[in-house]
């Protein structure tokens, strides 16, 4: 598995194209749930994905302090096929860029609640109470170094 980080410049359109797939494949329709996927802040962001022959297996996003808010946050977590390690291991690589590439102290997320003993394994905690969005339960997290 070969781990890939890029900006949005030196993505290529299939890089790209791959991308936009999974995530409108796994969050818009295999969770049943119509939002706006494109929320503009790609282009802002650093893009991690884990691919093999096979493609792009697992993906996610870190956008630096005042992108998505206050903080360095991760956002689109996403793997093709569960139950492989592949979501852990695109997180670790996610935290490690936020730290060296951001200089991050914090990194903020906002999970599906369902989820939020996942990130919780990486030194996440909850900071908010549950709340809606587009229709699916998520919680604020927040990463410090006094919880890596």
């Known amino acids: ?18 991308i936009l797939t999974l995530r409108v494949n796994v ?31 697992a993906y996610l996003r870190v956008m630096d302090r005042g992108v998505a808010g206050e903080y360095v946050t991760i956002g689109r977590v996403v793997t093709a096929r569960r139950g492989l390690g592949l979501g852990d291991q695109i997180l670790r690589a996610g935290i490690q860029a936020a730290r060296e590439r951001f200089h991050a102290d914090c990194i903020y997320l906002e ?38």
């Open 1 to 18: 598995m070969e781990l890939v980080i890029k900006p949005f410049e030196q993505l290529t359109v299939r890089e790209l194209y791959d």
């Open 27 to 57: 969050f818009v329709v295999e969770q049943n749930c119509p939002y706006a996927e494109l929320d503009g802040k790609d282009p802002f962001a650093l893009h991690l994905y884990l691919r093999d022959q096979e493609g792009i297996q």
């Open 111 to 148: 999970a599906q609640t369902y989820a939020k003993g996942f990130y919780a394994r990486q030194g996440f905690r909850q900071i908010s109470e549950e709340f809606m969005m587009d229709g699916i339960p998520h919680v604020e997290m927040l990463l410090t170094a006094e919880n890596p």
